[in-house]
């Protein structure tokens, strides 16, 4: 491939990037914006997306280092080349003359003002070239307000920028295995751990499915609940099935639950594929009843997705926490349905993939207060260290810890076990 093949493909996938950084900008979320760059070939739409988020996930040091570059505020486009111009360079290790160029040859393309901007965007990106050492004292992208001043008052400050410097480094690719071993790392809770980047479709034991991707912090709940062979167990809200397919491997009757057929559709998808069997009903979880009582539920509830801005450093942009208190309201309503579905004696793991102690912790407390005949039992699991525990027994994972290792998505897990006397 010559040299300017290489570039036009190079700025293809630059303006997809652009497209899905504007479409972020007006609300929507990366999967959602997807469709801007369906047409693009694979190579260029891969791209497209990895350059988006390292922008997403670093836009605030670069908006820090250009600010005192800049007579005057850009306009959104410019602001958004600007941008991923930097973090190619400083972030990404892009050659400073390919990623000015292509900025400027972006900025041309551009209609009236888009093009006059061409040389400040070439002049201000040359001077942010040289700024290696002022980009490096820059601390990560801070979590919004709204997220950030529950999560300090949990944990303090240093664990906040410990999270806040895990966001920032993104998310390994992470596997759960039906039986034995998948490839990856073998990490102490029983997944294994590939680079970012990995191309799953290429790995042994796909087509076979023999595995499944799934974040090692995801994994947890169903390790914590410790399915049996034979247990009846009903794992509600339960696309896209990671959760489903570790139940199933376990040999339990698995009940998949979702409101959504066109989710649940996914979820007999990745099932077929690893071979495995459940029960899908498309239903409301708070409505659904079953015909005789439960083993178990899990309960992997709908939460704000804090937990996963690793994976999704969208999420801080397009949310504002308005929506914390009325998802809380929807947890406990569900747990208290889930709990209805249990025989005496039976077990509900409640998880959320958030940060947010209103989503976990502060939950539990409620829960509790309601249920006073409920038992937190400890979520232990293998690899579980003690500092993930929490005062009440049950399991905190952030993205902060593993920093060796690439760290976890975040995660509240909490085993409760019913009265086992008839109610």
């Not at 605030?60 to 505020?73: C, G, S, T």
């Not at 409640?350 to 039992?377: I, K, M, N, Y």
Request: net charge neutral; hydrophobic share 45%; proline share 7%.
């Amino acid at each position: 491939m010559d040299k300017t093949r290489k570039m036009e493909r190079g700025d293809a996938a630059r303006q997809g990037a652009l497209k899905l950084l504007a479409a972020v900008e007006d609300g929507a979320t990366l999967d959602e914006a997807g469709a801007l760059i369906e047409r693009l070939p694979p190579a260029d739409r891969a791209r497209a997306r990895r350059l988006a988020l390292e922008v997403l996930r670093r836009g605030w040091r670069a908006d820090a280092l250009l600010e005192p570059m800049l007579a005057r505020k850009p306009r959104p486009d410019i602001r958004r080349i600007l941008r991923l111009a930097t973090v190619e360079m400083l972030a990404l290790g892009e050659a400073p003359h390919g990623a000015v160029n292509a900025a400027v040859t972006l900025c041309r393309g551009l209609s009236g003002k888009g093009q006059a901007a061409a040389g400040m965007v070439n002049a201000v990106l040359r001077k942010a070239a040289a700024a290696k050492d002022a980009w490096a004292k820059l601390p990560p992208q801070k979590m919004p307000d709204w997220l950030r001043a529950p999560v300090a008052a949990a944990w303090g400050r240093d664990v906040t920028r410990a999270i806040e410097a895990a966001h920032e480094a993104g998310a390994p690719l992470d596997l759960t295995a039906k039986a034995g071993d998948a490839p990856g790392e073998a990490l102490p809770t029983g997944s294994f751990r590939l680079p970012s980047g990995t191309q799953v479709s290429a790995l042994e034991g796909y087509d076979s499915g023999d595995w499944w991707v799934q974040d090692a912090a995801a994994a947890m709940a169903v390790r914590v609940l410790d399915p049996q062979p034979g247990e009846r167990i009903a794992d509600l809200c339960a696309a896209p099935g990671g959760k489903t397919m570790q139940l199933a491997a376990a040999g339990a009757e698995v009940i998949a639950l979702d409101i959504s057929e066109s989710r649940l559709a996914r979820v007999a998808e990745n099932l077929a594929r690893c071979g495995l069997s459940a029960k899908l009903v498309a239903a409301d979880a708070l409505e659904w009843r079953t015909d005789a009582p439960l083993d178990a539920v899990l309960l992997d509830a709908p939460c704000s997705a804090t937990g996963t801005i690793r994976r999704h450093p969208e999420l801080p942009l397009i949310r504002d926490g308005s929506a914390i208190a009325e998802l809380a309201d929807l947890q406990a309503r569900l747990i208290d349905h889930a709990l209805s579905l249990l025989k005496p004696g039976g077990r509900l793991v409640f998880a959320t993939c958030s940060l947010h102690p209103a989503e976990g912790e502060e939950q539990l407390t409620a829960t509790l207060a309601r249920h006073p005949d409920l038992t937190v039992e400890p979520a232990t699991a293998p690899g579980v260290e003690p500092g993930w525990l929490t005062e009440s027994g049950a399991l905190r994972l952030r993205p902060d810890l593993w920093p060796e290792r690439g760290g976890m998505d975040g995660f509240f897990i909490a085993r409760l076990r019913k009265s086992g006397v008839k109610s």
